[in-house]
C-alpha cells in the first residue's frame, strides 16, 4: 500500500484540516502519516474561531521523524505562522522527487495567516515554486494574483500569473460564488485550459469540501493518475461529499464521503 503525508492543522469539527484528509486518503486507498501545525477550535455559544499553534520546534520533530519515511505524495493545508512555513519549505526541499499538493490556507476565517502581504509573498517566492499542483479557492487565488476574480476569463487570468511563480499545476476552485447554476473548477498546466463542472448543491453542509478537493487530488497522484484525472476523480468525489454531508450547527455542516464512490 502506497502512503500519503499529510501537513495540516487540526479541525476539532473535524469536517475539514487533517481529519478530513485523513479520511479522503483511506477512502483512496492510501495509508497515511501526518505532521499536526496547529489546532483549530470553536466556542460553541459564540462561533468564534481560536487557533492554537503548536510550537515549531514540535513541527520539527515531526518532519524529522517523517523524512526517512517512502511517501508517494505530499499535500499540504493550514501552516498556522510564517516560522512554521519556514520550516515546511526546508523540508520540501529535501523531498525532490515526492509530488507536492498545495492547498494555500490563506483566506479562511480559521486561518491564522490573514491577508498579511509577507505571508502571500512566502507562499508565492517560497512554496508555489516547489509544489506540482496548488489548489486556491477564489479569494486566495485573488491575493496570489493579486486582482478580483468575477468570471472565467478572471480565473484564467487568475491561474496564469499564478503558474508564474513557478507551480506546474494551477487548479482555482471556483466553488459557488460565481454566477450560474455549475460549480466550475479551473486546471491551467501552462498551455492548456481544462475545465471541470458539477450542478451547485444548496447546502450550508460544505465545510471540508476545498480540502476534501485537494485530498482527492494528491491521493489520485500518488496512485498513477495523470493530473487531468485526478482533478476530473476529485471532482466527483467532492461532489459526493457535499451532497452527502450533514449538519452540525446551525448554519454549517461537513462533508462526508467515507467510502470511494
Not at 501537513?7 to 501526518?34: M, Y
Not at 509544489?131 to 476569463?153: F, G, K, Q, S
Request: proline share 3%.
Amino acid at each position: 500500500m502506497k502512503k500519503g503525508l499529510i501537513i495540516a492543522g487540526s479541525d476539532t469539527l473535524s469536517g475539514g484540516g487533517l481529519q478530513t484528509d485523513i479520511r479522503t486518503f483511506s477512502a483512496h486507498n492510501l495509508s497515511v502519516s501526518n505532521v499536526l501545525t496547529c489546532i483549530v477550535t470553536l466556542d460553541s455559544e459564540t462561533n468564534a474561531i481560536d487557533i492554537c499553534d503548536l510550537p515549531v520546534g514540535l513541527v520539527e520533530q515531526q518532519l524529522q521523524m517523517i523524512a526517512f519515511s517512502s511517501i508517494s505524495v505530499i499535500k499540504i493545508g493550514m501552516l498556522a505562522n510564517l516560522a512554521v512555513a519556514k520550516q515546511i519549505e526546508l523540508f520540501l526541499k529535501r523531498m525532490t522527487t515526492t509530488p507536492i499538493i498545495l492547498d494555500p490556507v490563506l483566506a479562511l476565517k480559521e486561518s491564522g495567516f490573514g491577508l498579511s502581504e509577507k505571508i502571500v509573498s512566502f507562499f508565492s517566492e517560497r512554496l508555489l515554486p516547489l509544489a506540482d499542483i496548488t489548489t486556491p479557492n477564489l479569494r486566495e487565488a485573488e491575493l496570489l494574483a493579486n486582482m478580483t476574480i468575477t468570471t472565467l476569463a478572471d480565473m484564467e487570468q487568475a491561474a496564469k500569473v499564478i503558474h508564474q511563480f513557478g507551480v506546474k499545476n494551477v487548479v482555482i476552485k471556483g466553488g459557488t460564488r460565481l454566477v450560474g447554476i455549475e460549480a466550475i473548477d479551473l486546471l491551467y498546466d501552462g498551455h492548456n485550459y481544462t475545465y471541470f463542472k458539477a450542478p451547485k448543491l444548496q447546502t450550508t453542509n460544505n465545510n471540508g469540501a476545498g480540502c476534501t478537493f485537494a485530498s482527492a487530488i494528491a491521493a489520485n497522484v500518488a496512485n498513477g493518475l495523470s493530473v487531468t484525472e485526478s482533478v476530473t476523480d476529485a471532482k466527483k468525489f467532492v461532489y459526493q461529499a457535499i451532497k452527502h454531508g450533514f449538519p452540525f450547527l446551525d448554519d454549517l455542516g461537513n462533508v462526508w464521503a467515507p467510502n470511494k464512490m
